[in-house]
Every structure is written in structure tokens, then in C-alpha cells.
């Protein structure tokens, strides 16, 4: 079965980084793009960042700089570094696989920054 598994969750001071991880499984890892996204309460889910099969990356302008993606095909995990974290970036975080379009979604993990 696929799985994509996200984890990282915290609550952080403003300024402050936290790494969010998604596990995946039950498919070839490596021939699909990993995408994050973010949803904050009552506002619209957000493309955050997302990163190809061949490693091309792609940020929100929200994130550009503070945000950076990367994979790692032996461990079959997407990795989202957030640093300089601001109270906009509360949301829950999700990933999601595809190819043309994002065909499976995890599960999202909070990440909450507050003073």
C-alpha cells in the first residue's frame, strides 16, 4: 500500500527552524515528485514546495529562502528545512506524490509558531 508518512511536527519562537520529514513506501520513490503543502485554519490548502525525480526544486514565494527541500532516494524520504519560521507559517503540513498531478496525500503534521 502507498504510504506517505509526515512527521517533524513542534511548536517554535518566531525565528526559530524546525525539519519536517515524509517517509514513503509502497511505490518507486524515486521515479515520483514529492510536494508539500500547508493548511491553515480557515484558509485554503497552499502549495508550499516541491521537488522532481531529477531534483528540481520549486518554492511559494511566502517560503523562498527560508525554506529548503531536498531528497534522499535511499531512505525514500523528502525532507522541508524551515528556517526563520514567522507566525504566518502555522499551519498543518502535508505531502503528497505525483507525477502531471498529485495522486496520493499523507497525512499532515502541525507545526505551530508563536512567541
Known amino acids: 500500500d502507498v504510504q506517505l508518512q509526515a512527521s517533524g511536527a513542534g511548536l517554535v519562537h518566531p525565528g526559530g527552524y524546525l525539519r519536517l520529514s515524509c517517509a514513503a513506501s509502497?511505490?518507486?520513490?524515486?521515479?515520483?515528485?514529492i510536494g508539500w503543502f500547508r493548511q491553515a485554519p480557515g484558509k485554503e490548502r497552499e502549495g508550499v514546495s516541491c521537488i522532481s525525480s531529477s531534483r528540481g526544486t520549486y518554492y511559494a514565494d511566502s517560503v523562498k529562502g527560508r525554506f529548503t527541500i531536498s531528497r534522499d532516494n535511499a531512505k525514500n524520504t523528502v525532507y522541508l528545512r524551515m528556517n526563520s519560521l514567522k507566525p504566518e507559517d502555522t499551519a498543518v503540513y502535508y505531502c503528497a506524490k505525483g507525477r502531471l498531478i498529485y495522486d496520493y496525500w499523507g497525512q499532515g503534521t502541525q507545526v505551530t509558531v508563536s512567541s
Open positions: 509502497g511505490f518507486t520513490f524515486d521515479d515520483y515528485a
